[in-house]
């Protein structure tokens, strides 16, 4: 199997419970972000309405959190195109 199959048929992390080892970067219905530590970097997730809808990974827990508002901020003007019709 080559690797684009592999990251095709990956399951996407599920949204985290109270209970996991995770730092929330982000809560603004009806986006929350999530940052995890692996030690040799942060892994950050964000879910709409609790499904994964972007993923990526930074090397600091700053980073990880303005990665995250600098998708956000994609996210949002997209919506706010999409409201206008522009879309």
Same mark, same amino acid.
């Given at each position: 199997?080559? !690797?684009?199959?592999?990251?095709?048929?990956?399951?996407?992390?599920?949204?985290?419970?109270?209970?996991?080892?995770?730092?929330?970067?982000?809560?603004?219905?009806?986006?929350?972000?999530?940052?995890?530590?692996?030690?040799?970097?942060?892994?950050?997730?964000?879910?709409?309405?609790?499904? !994964?809808?972007?993923?990526?990974?930074?090397?600091? !827990?700053?980073?990880?959190?303005?990665?995250?508002?600098?998708?956000?901020?994609?996210?949002?003007?997209?919506?706010?195109?999409?409201?206008?019709?522009?879309?």
């Amino acid at each position: 199997m080559d !690797l684009l199959a592999n990251i095709k048929s990956a399951t996407p992390p599920p949204f985290p419970d109270a209970s996991a080892p995770v730092t929330k970067l982000y809560d603004v219905a009806p986006y929350t972000a999530f940052g995890e530590d692996l030690d040799f970097m942060w892994r950050w997730t964000i879910y709409r309405d609790r499904k !994964l809808v972007q993923e990526g990974c930074s090397l600091t !827990l700053d980073a990880s959190r303005r990665a995250v508002e600098h998708v956000m901020a994609f996210f949002n003007v997209s919506a706010a195109r999409v409201g206008q019709g522009d879309a």
